[in-house]
C-alpha cells in the first residue's frame, strides 16, 4: 500500500480561506467547506493551521486593521460611540474610573464654606467646637 501523498500548500485554497476569514466564517466552516471544494485540502485543524496559518493571521490583521481604520476615523470626526469604544480598548480609559476621580477631587474649604453658607440661610451658626462630652 503506498505512502498518503504529503499535503502541499495550495494557492486557491489559500485564496478562499484568506477571504473566508476576512468574511467572518468560523475555522470549523472553513475547515469544512475547504473538504468539499478542494481535493487536497488539509482534514483537520492542526494541518491547515500548518499549511495556512500564515494566511490566516494575516486576513485577521488586515481586517482588524481595516475596521480599527474607519473606528479611528468616526472617532476623531466626533463619534461617540466610536470614541468611547476606542479609549477603552486602547487607551485604557473608563467611566468609572473618571466618575470616582471627579467625587475624590475638590476643594475641603469648598464643601465647609456651603455647609456654612446653608446652615447661615437657615439661621443657625455654626459652632467652632463641636466635640461630644464624653
Known amino acids: 500500500m503506498p505512502a498518503p501523498a504529503k ?3 495550495s494557492e486557491p485554497v489559500a485564496k478562499y480561506i484568506r477571504k473566508a476569514v476576512a468574511d467572518g466564517v468560523q475555522i470549523k466552516d472553513i475547515l469544512a467547506t475547504i473538504n468539499k471544494r478542494y481535493q487536497n485540502a488539509p482534514r483537520n485543524n492542526a494541518m ?3 499549511l495556512y496559518g500564515g494566511d490566516i493571521a494575516e486576513a485577521r490583521a488586515d481586517i482588524v486593521a481595516q475596521v ?3 473606528l479611528v476615523q468616526q472617532a476623531l470626526n466626533g463619534h461617540f460611540p466610536s ?3 476606542f479609549l477603552r480598548s486602547k487607551g485604557g ?3 468609572k474610573e473618571t466618575q470616582q476621580q471627579e467625587e475624590v477631587t475638590g476643594d475641603a474649604d469648598e464643601n ?3 455647609i456654612n453658607s446653608l446652615m447661615a440661610l437657615l439661621g443657625k451658626e455654626p459652632q467652632e467646637d463641636e466635640t461630644p462630652d464624653t
Open 7 to 9: 499535503l502541499k500548500y
Open 83 to 85: 470614541q468611547d469604544l
Open 112 to 114: 465647609s464654606s456651603a
Open 48 to 50: 491547515l493551521y500548518k
Open 93 to 95: 480609559w473608563s467611566p
Open 68 to 70: 480599527g481604520s474607519v
